[in-house]
Every structure is written in C-alpha cells, then in structure tokens.
C-alpha cells in the first residue's frame, strides 16, 4: 500500500462518538474516512453517486461520464477525486468497456452513520 491510499474502513457497527471514547487505531482509521469527505468535491460526488439509482446498487453502478458533466473541473481533476473515495472504501468501481462505473459501499456509509450517531438518551435533548 503506498502512502497515498487510505484503509479500507472496516465493515461492522461501532459505538457513537459520545457514548464512550473509540480506541486510537479506529480513530486514525476513521478520521482518514472523514478526511476524504472534507474536500467539497468529493462530498459532492458521493452524494451524486448515491442519489443516482444506480449508484446505490452494488455491482451496478454510475457512468464516470454522467459524474463530470455535473463540474467545472477537468476529467483528471474528478478522476483524482474519485480515487481518494475509493481508497477510503467509500466507493467502488468497475471498468466497462472505456468507461468506469461507480457505486457506494454501504457498509462504510453505516459504519460513518453509527459513529455519529446519537444515543437515545440525548435524542430528547436534541428536541
């Protein structure tokens, strides 16, 4: 693994943020997650991948070519950004033919969603 790639986040559910402290490995691990969604881009092609039917069916998946049409950037610049959410396990993709596709990895959107989830016992609070 080079040091541009991040870990795949491991699939499985984890305890919020605020229910009790997460170890250091998970910490780093998740932060490298949250690292890659902290560029406006790459927040953005997610939520395109998984707005798009099928960008939420693994296997199935979003032309590359309906993604860059949706930015002003180049091609190499949506290509990049594609890539660090792939590498944080975000994202996977298939090469069809000359084009990619692309689908999220719902096991890491849930693993996301559980650490910032809210305990019952503050949801009241929230309110």
């Not at 690292?35 to 032309?63: F, M, T, W, Y």
């Not at 990049?80 to 396990?89: Q, T, W």
Request: proline fraction near 6%; glycine fraction near 8%.
């Amino acid at each position: 693994m080079s040091n541009q790639e991040l870990p795949v986040v491991a699939s499985g559910c984890c305890t919020p943020l605020i229910a009790e402290p997460i170890p250091e490995d998970e910490a780093a691990e998740m932060a490298r997650v949250f690292k890659a969604l902290g560029d406006p881009i790459r927040l953005r092609l997610l939520s395109l991948i998984g707005a798009h039917e099928n960008g939420r069916q693994v296997g199935e998946g979003v032309c590359v070519c309906e993604l860059t049409e949706a930015f002003t950037v180049t091609a190499p610049t949506i290509s990049h950004h594609l890539k660090v959410l792939r590498e944080a396990g975000l994202i996977d993709s298939e090469r069809r033919g000359t084009w990619v596709y692309y689908w999220i990895v719902p096991a890491t959107l849930k693993r996301l969603t559980g650490v910032l989830a809210l305990p019952d016992s503050l949801v009241a609070d929230v309110r």
